[in-house]
T-cell receptor, first 109, second 115 residues
Framework: DAKTTQPNSMESNEEEPVHLPCNHS???????IHWYRQLPSQGPEYVIH???SNVNNRMASLAIAEDRKSSTLILHRATLRDAAVYYC??????????FGPGTRLSVLP | DGGITQSPKYLFRKEGQNVTLSCEQN?????MYWYRQDPGQGLRLIYY???????QKGDIAEGYSVSREKKESFPLTVTSAQKNPTAFYLC??????????????FGPGTRLTVL
């Protein structure tokens, strides 16, 4: 399975932007990059995904490096409700998602 | 409302007993999944099913069994053969788009404690 590496934890102040990095140096040409987040004691929820181009939605933006070996999830203005574990996942044809330990984001008031 | 339901939210069982966790979806999704999560860890895939009456083992299938008799339902049985069953169990479903896994939608989870 294609692997991703993320920092174990990050901190942000409320109302400030947050950049969550993900390295995926072994990504293949057909791998989609997915981001999910998991609030305490809940199931993960979808945040965003992309293939090559940067993507925006109402929750976040996804910036994908030109060589696709890394990506960054951007929360434009962190709120206390954004405190969660964020997972970066590669999705290749016919393979299942691999949820690593993710990045635990703390948001300080 | 469309979504995935899991029941119960909390479950306690004695060691050596089999227990079945329920997962139902009304999203008309083809694929369904069971994951296990231990404290501070990511999710690990137990079983998945892409079509009715068919399912495949994930990374940690030993000690678990599933069935997929209906598109909407994918129950998981934790058997007495599972050495350390206490965990948070998550069910998910998704469309299958040309072989790629589309967005997975997760249920609220069942926290199983074996005493």
């Amino acid at each position: 399975d294609a692997k991703t590496t993320q920092p174990n934890s990050m901190e942000s102040n409320e109302e400030e932007p947050v950049h969550l990095p993900c390295n995926h140096s072994t990504i293949s040409g057909t791998d989609y990059i997915h981001w999910y987040r998991q609030l305490p004691s809940q199931g993960p929820e979808y945040v965003i995904h992309g293939l090559t181009s940067n993507v925006n939605n109402r929750m976040a933006s996804l910036a994908i490096a030109e060589d696709r070996k890394s990506s960054t999830l951007i929360l434009h203005r962190a709120t206390l409700r954004d405190a969660a574990v964020y997972y970066c996942i590669l999705d290749n044809y016919g393979q299942n998602f691999v949820f690593g330990p993710g990045t635990r984001l703390s948001v300080l008031p | 409302d469309g979504g995935i339901t899991q029941s119960p939210k909390y479950l306690f069982r004695k060691e050596g007993q089999n227990v079945t966790l329920s997962c139902e979806q009304n999203l008309n999704h083809d694929a369904m999944y069971w994951y296990r999560q231990d404290p501070g860890q990511g999710l690990r895939l137990i079983y998945y099913s892409q079509i009715v009456n068919d399912f495949q083992k994930g990374d940690i299938a030993e000690g678990y069994s599933v069935s997929r008799e209906k598109k909407e339902s994918f129950p998981l049985t934790v058997t007495s053969a599972q050495k350390n069953p206490t965990a948070f169990y998550l069910c998910a479903s998704s469309y299958m788009a040309g072989g790629f896994t589309d967005t997975q939608y997760f249920g609220p989870g069942t926290r199983l404690t074996v005493l």
